[in-house]
Antibody, heavy 117, light 110 residues
Framework: QVQLQESGPGLVKSSETLSLTCTVS????????WTWIRQPPGKGLEWIAY???????NYNPSLNSRATISIDTSKNQFSLKLISVIAADTAVYYC???????????WGQGTMVTVSS | QSALTQPPSASGSPGQSVTISCTGT?????????VSWYQQHPGTAPKLILY???KRPSGVPDRFSGSKSGNTASLTVSGLQAEDEADYYC??????????FGTGTKVTVL
C-alpha cells in the first residue's frame, strides 16, 4: 500500500528557508493530488499547498506567496519550500495524498520543524 | 478565509453517541458537499474517517456518520468506544482551489 515519509531539517533559523521532501513508496506519484499540511504545537491543522502530479499547484493565500510545492516524478517525491520563516511557522509538517472530493486519505507520520531565532 | 468553527470539547459514556458540529459559511460548507472529517490521536497523524459529507473510507466503522444542513456539517459517533477518544477536525472545500480546516474538537470518553 502507498506510504508517505517526510524528511528535512528539524531546525531552521528565522528568515531562512524551510525545505521538506515527501517520499512516496508502494505506489506511483504520477497520479492523484499531493498536499502539505501543518500543525503548530497544541493547535489545529492548516493546509499549505497542494498539487496534481502533472504540475497544477495551489497555495493557501494566508502564506503570502512564501510557499512553493514541487514534484519529482523520477524520484517519486514531492517537496515544500517555505521562505522567510518566522517563529509562527514552527509546526509538525505532514505530507498527504488526496483532494477536496476524496479527502486526504494517506498521511505521512509528520516531521517537527522548529524555527529558531 | 476563517477556520470552520467546532466546539472545543465533547464527551460521552461508552455506548452513547456524541455529535460534533462544524460551522462554516455559504462560501464553504454551504456551497459544496466536500466536507471531510479526520480523527487524530495524540502524537499521530490525522486519519480520514468521512469524506463528501457522509462517505466512509474502507475500514472505517459505520459507527461514524456525517450529515450537513446549510452552513453546518456534523459528525456523529455512535456506540462510543474508548478508542474513539481523540481530536476530530472537519475540513471543507472553500472555492478558488482553497480548503479550510475546523478548529478541532477533543472527544472524551467518560
Amino acid at each position: 500500500q502507498v506510504q508517505l515519509q517526510e524528511s528535512g531539517p528539524g531546525l531552521v533559523k528565522s528568515s531562512e528557508t524551510l525545505s521538506l521532501t515527501c517520499t512516496v513508496s508502494g505506489g506511483s506519484i504520477s497520479s492523484d493530488w499531493w498536499t502539505w499540511i501543518r500543525q503548530p504545537p497544541g493547535k489545529g491543522l492548516e493546509w499549505i499547498a497542494y498539487m496534481y502530479y502533472s504540475g497544477s499547484t495551489n497555495y493557501n493565500p494566508s502564506l503570502n506567496s512564501r510557499a512553493t510545492i514541487s514534484i519529482d516524478t523520477s524520484k517519486n517525491q514531492f517537496s515544500l519550500k517555505l521562505i522567510s520563516v518566522i517563529a509562527a511557522d514552527t509546526a509538525v509538517y505532514y505530507c498527504a495524498r488526496g483532494d477536496y472530493s476524496d479527502g486526504f486519505d494517506i498521511w505521512g507520520q509528520g516531521t517537527m520543524v522548529t524555527v529558531s531565532s | 478565509q476563517s477556520a470552520l468553527t467546532q466546539p472545543p470539547s465533547a464527551s460521552g459514556s461508552p455506548g452513547q453517541s456524541v455529535t460534533i458540529s462544524c460551522t462554516g459559511t455559504s462560501s464553504d460548507i454551504g456551497n459544496y458537499n466536500f466536507v471531510s472529517w479526520y480523527q487524530q490521536h495524540p502524537g499521530t497523524a490525522p486519519k480520514l474517517i468521512l469524506y463528501e459529507v457522509f462517505k466512509r473510507p474502507s475500514g472505517v466503522p459505520d459507527r461514524f456518520s456525517g450529515s450537513k444542513s446549510g452552513n453546518t456539517a456534523s459528525l456523529t459517533v455512535s456506540g462510543l468506544q474508548a478508542e474513539d477518544e481523540a481530536d476530530y477536525y472537519c475540513t471543507s472545500y472553500a472555492g478558488n482551489n482553497n480548503y479550510v480546516f475546523g478548529t478541532g474538537t477533543k472527544v472524551t470518553v467518560l
